[in-house]
């Protein structure tokens, strides 16, 4: 839990500082925008938004891939259901 705790918010400090650094080197550029979908005068706003999407996408993807059913799912299962052998022998 510790873990997934440091992770979150490492990854809620970082996101923004990252999506912030981008918009900004955006903005200096003063290019046309990456995105092909927009046409209008916030050209850097619509490339961070595009990297947003682009990051959660991926994200999607990962989650989807995880197994479920792994043996550690099964072993509480049965512990839940009264069925799990006992691991120390009897004495």
Same mark, same amino acid.
């Given at each position: 839990m510790g873990v997934f705790q440091g992770l979150f918010f490492l990854g809620g400090a970082a996101g923004p500082a990252l999506i912030g650094a981008f918009l900004a080197a955006r903005k200096e550029a003063a290019s046309g925008a990456i995105?092909?979908?927009?046409? *209008?005068?916030? !050209?850097?706003?619509?490339?961070?938004?595009?990297?947003?999407?682009?990051? *959660?996408?991926? !994200?999607?993807a990962a989650a989807l891939g995880l197994r479920s059913g792994t043996k550690g799912d099964k072993e509480s299962e049965q512990v839940q259901k009264g069925e799990a052998k006992s691991k120390t022998s009897p004495t």
């Open positions: 995105n092909p979908f927009y046409t *209008l005068d916030s !050209a850097p706003f619509s490339d961070a938004f595009l990297v947003v999407v682009l990051v *959660l996408i991926l !994200a999607v």
